[in-house]
C-alpha cells in the first residue's frame, strides 16, 4: 500500500513569511508525529497526534510553530514568520498505535532565506 | 529524560566485510523499545531492525544483528557481507513502551561502503 507522503518536497522561503507542510499518513494508522532533522540538532520531535486525544506539543520549539490534523487523517505543520534558525528537514512518521514501528515520509526540506 | 548516544559520527566498510554501529543509551525505565533506523541520500527513513528490552534473544533480520547489553545499556548494530546501498546514515532510537510514543535519536553514524 501506499507510504507516508509529504509535500512540498523542498520549499524556499523568505524569512519572515508563513509556510505550510503537508502530511499524508498511511490509512488506517491512528498516530502521526513530527520530527525536524537540522544539522546543528540532529533529529527531534516536535508534536504528537493520536486519534482523538489532544496532540502533545512539548517538542514544538516556539509559538511560531503549530499543528493540525484534519479528520484523523492529513496534518499540516504551519511555521509562522519564518526564521533562518526554521530552515531544516521536516519529517512525518505514522504508526497504527502500537508502540514501535513508526513510518515516516520522504520529508520537506525547507530552506528560509 | 531518556538520551541516546553515537559515538561515531563517520565510518567506513568495503563491500562483502562485516561492520558494527555502536549505541548507548540513558534511562531509568526497565522496559521500553530500541530501534535501527536507515537513512540513504533519498531521506526516507527506513525501519532495519528494532529490539524489545523484555527479550534477552539478540534480533536480526538478514545481515542485520543487534548486540544488545541491557546491563551496559549498549545496543550496537551488526551489517554482515556489507553492500553498496547500506550506505547512509544509520540512527540508533529509544522509545519508551506506554503512553508517549516518540522516539529519541541519537546524532547519527554515517557509513560508507566502498567496493
Known amino acids: 500500500g501506499a507510504g507516508v507522503s509529504q509535500s512540498p518536497s523542498n520549499k524556499v522561503t523568505e524569512k519572515g513569511k508563513d509556510v505550510e507542510l503537508r502530511c499524508d499518513p498511511i490509512?488506517?494508522?491512528?498516530?502521526l508525529y513530527w520530527y525536524r532533522q537540522s544539522l546543528g540538532q540532529g533529529l527531534e520531535f516536535l508534536i504528537y497526534f493520536q486519534g482523538n486525544s489532544a496532540p502533545d506539543k512539548s517538542g514544538l520549539p516556539s509559538d511560531r510553530f503549530s499543528a493540525e490534523r484534519t479528520g484523523g487523517s492529513v496534518s499540516t505543520l504551519t511555521i509562522q514568520r519564518t526564521q533562518q534558525e526554521d530552515s531544516a528537514v521536516y519529517l512525518c512518521?505514522?504508526?497504527?498505535?502500537?508502540?514501535?514501528?513508526?513510518?515516516f515520509g520522504p520529508g520537506t526540506r525547507l530552506t528560509v532565506t | 529524560a531518556q538520551t541516546v548516544t553515537q559515538s561515531q559520527p563517520e565510518m567506513s566498510v568495503q563491500e562483502a566485510e562485516t561492520v558494527t554501529l555502536s549505541c548507548t543509551y540513558d534511562?531509568?525505565?526497565?522496559?521500553?523499545?530500541l530501534f535501527w533506523y536507515k537513512q540513504p541520500p533519498s531521506r526516507q527513513m527506513i525501519l532495519v531492525i528494532r529490539q524489545e528490552a523484555y527479550k534477552q534473544q539478540n534480533a536480526t533480520e538478514n545481515r542485520f544483528s543487534v548486540n544488545f547489553q541491557k546491563a551496559a545499556k549498549s545496543f550496537s548494530l551488526k551489517i554482515s557481507d556489507s553492500q553498496l546501498g547500506d550506505t547512509a546514515m544509520y540512527f540508533c532510537a529509544f522509545q519508551r513502551p506506554t503512553g508517549f510514543q516518540k522516539l529519541v535519536f541519537g546524532t547519527g553514524t554515517r557509513l560508507l561502503v566502498s567496493p
Open positions: 490509512s488506517g494508522h491512528t498516530a
Open positions: 534511562t531509568s525505565e526497565n522496559n521500553y523499545y
Open positions: 512518521a505514522s504508526s497504527s498505535g502500537r508502540v514501535y514501528e513508526q513510518y
